[in-house]
């Protein structure tokens, strides 16, 4: 008791020391899109929400910067932003990007849209991919635009009359019109602010309210995988272009050339990664026609002779085919007059050499069977006369007869082959 009473009053505790609480820092994933919205831009965007939802990010930012895309893949962004448990935020940024036609659709949609200063958003009328629409169905589409962007808009609370008039009209504004009109919710300077700018903002998701915690949030940075990145790649018009072109060239070898097999297989895989691209890309199947026809017409060269003309055709309609390819107002969505042109003239240089070559061995002389005997040099083995006779030619002993009496041993030329016999003079 006694000892008791002294370790009380010396305020000696016996307990273990209390540990203190490490507070876990916040974190948020961020990705970038910098092309066309295409189906490899909507399974990316996919991915991520899903990769921050599992790693439990404040948000997902979605660093915006696009001339627009495919309605389809736009859509599936959309469901996506709408239906995740993480507040997507999309930043249109960096100064000098653009969130236009399908961007403007993904901006509003999410929980908080923000731009960077010198950026800008609008031109969301819809338009065909690879033909052109007739007045019906140009007004059909853009009533199915303008009610799907006007319920975006709706959802979240944003300016329904210019989400529609961005589709109706086509009207495009910049980062400080957008946030005076209500179409965005901040236009900050970088990640950085935009982070300090949206913390402890209350967020509805498709489940919950969500307060942001973000003014010290670690930053994870989503790049796009291998195969995003080469079927993204392969998106380009000048790359699905060239694919194109060697698919052509090697099934041209394995059609001349059969059970060469790797031309063959080349060309099929290209032909298919080809097609893959056109299906993300406005083309026109008149072009498309046009370069068909255009392989198709050196192709006959090698087999007419027209001295050049269906060579001609060809370049012409390889190169108004490739320049018809690709319809879309959009640069970025355009084929390069520096991928086209030295197309065309490799074309016409490889066709123009594969007829040069046919043509020289058509006109050259035959080196195996009967028909290279004519004009050889070879020896009398027995005298020779008009009905009977033997020579050696070409290490081979053939009958022969001749016009005019021929001693045994003598040299002699071969004039022409009768089946089995051949017509020979003295040499």
């Not at 008791?1 to 916040?26: D, Y």
């Not at 808009?153 to 086509?170: D, Y």
């Not at 236009?187 to 949206?198: C, G, H, P, R, T």
């Amino acid at each position: 008791m006694l000892l008791a009473s002294i370790f009380l009053a010396a305020g000696i505790s016996f307990s273990a020391p209390e540990k203190k609480e490490v507070k876990k820092r916040p974190k948020v994933t961020v990705i970038s899109i910098d092309s066309v919205i295409n189906p490899v831009a909507a399974e990316y965007v996919n991915r991520s929400i899903k990769k921050a939802s599992a790693s439990g990010s404040e948000a997902l930012i979605i660093e915006l910067d696009t001339p627009g895309g495919l309605d389809t893949s736009m859509r599936l962004i959309v469901k996506d932003i709408f239906a995740s448990e993480v507040p997507v935020v999309v930043f249109v940024s960096p100064s000098g990007a653009r969130a236009a036609s399908a961007g403007v659709f993904i901006t509003m949609s999410a929980h908080i849209a923000a731009m960077a200063p010198g950026t800008n958003i609008g031109a969301a009328h819809p338009v065909a991919v690879g033909e052109k629409m007739d007045k019906v169905m140009s007004e059909k589409a853009a009533n199915d635009a303008a009610a799907y962007i006007k319920s975006i808009a709706e959802s979240r609370g944003r300016n329904v009359q210019w989400a529609e008039s961005a589709v109706r009209k086509s009207v495009s504004i910049t980062e400080a019109e957008a946030l005076k009109l209500h179409v965005i919710d901040m236009v900050q300077n970088d990640l950085k602010s935009l982070l300090l700018a949206i913390d402890a903002k209350k967020v509805k998701t498709a489940f919950k309210e969500v307060t942001l915690r973000t003014a010290d949030a670690e930053v994870d940075r989503v790049e796009m995988g291998f195969r995003h990145k080469v079927l993204d790649f392969i998106s380009n018009p000048n790359v699905a272009y060239i694919l194109m072109m060697i698919g052509f060239y090697g099934l041209f070898f394995e059609l001349t050339n059969p059970g060469s097999l790797v031309p063959g297989i080349l060309g099929g895989i290209s032909l298919v990664l080809a097609f893959y691209a056109f299906q993300t890309l406005p083309v026109n199947y008149a072009g498309l026609l046009l370069i068909v026809i255009g392989l198709i017409l050196f192709i006959l060269e090698i087999k007419v002779t027209s001295y050049g003309l269906l060579s001609l055709g060809g370049i012409g309609c390889v190169i108004l085919g490739s320049i018809m390819l690709i319809d879309s107002p959009d640069p970025l969505m355009k084929l390069s007059f520096s991928v086209v042109v030295p197309a065309a003239v490799v074309t016409a240089l490889f066709f123009g050499l594969t007829v040069r070559l046919a043509f020289r061995a058509f006109k050259s002389k035959p080196v195996t069977g009967a028909e290279e005997l004519p004009g050889i040099h070879g020896t009398a083995k027995t005298d020779i006369s008009a009905d009977a006779g033997q020579v050696m030619v070409h290490g081979e002993i053939w009958s022969a007869y001749s016009e005019e009496p021929i001693e045994k041993n003598a040299r002699i030329i071969v004039e022409s082959v009768d089946g089995l016999k051949v017509k020979v003079r003295r040499a």
